[in-house]
C-alpha cells in the first residue's frame, strides 16, 4: 500500500491487534481461528488497496483524462479478479 494515505500503518495495526484476539481463541488441536481472521482481514483492507494504488497511480503519473480511464479500468478488473479468486478460493479450500 501506498504511505499517502496512511492505509498501510493503520491496518498493520488493526491486522496485529486482530490477530491478538484470534490467538486468545487458539486450543491445542483447532487454528480454524487463523482462517477466520485471513477472512476478515481480505474483507477489510481490499478497499483500502483499491484506494491506495488510485491515488498512488493518480498522483505519480500525468497521463491524461483517457489514460485515467483505461487506468481505472484495468485496477477495477484486477481488483474483481483478487476478489473473484478469494471467493473460489473460499469454497474449494472451505475447510
Avoid: C, H, W
Avoid at 498493520?12 to 491478538?20: G, P
Avoid at 477489510?44 to 480511464?69: E, H
Amino acid at each position: 500500500m501506498s504511505p499517502v494515505l496512511g492505509l498501510g500503518a493503520n491496518n498493520a495495526i488493526q491486522d496485529a491487534d486482530k490477530l491478538s484476539q484470534a490467538l486468545l481463541k487458539y486450543t491445542d488441536n483447532n487454528i480454524s481461528f487463523i482462517k477466520e481472521y485471513e477472512k476478515e482481514m481480505l474483507i477489510r483492507t481490499s478497499a483500502d488497496v483499491l484506494k491506495s494504488r488510485t491515488v498512488t497511480f493518480k498522483s505519480s503519473t500525468p497521463i491524461g483524462p483517457f489514460g485515467v480511464f483505461i487506468r481505472d479500468s484495468i485496477l477495477k478488473v484486477m481488483n474483481v479478479m483478487i476478489n473473484f479468486y478469494n471467493f473460489a478460493d473460499s469454497l474449494i479450500f472451505k475447510n
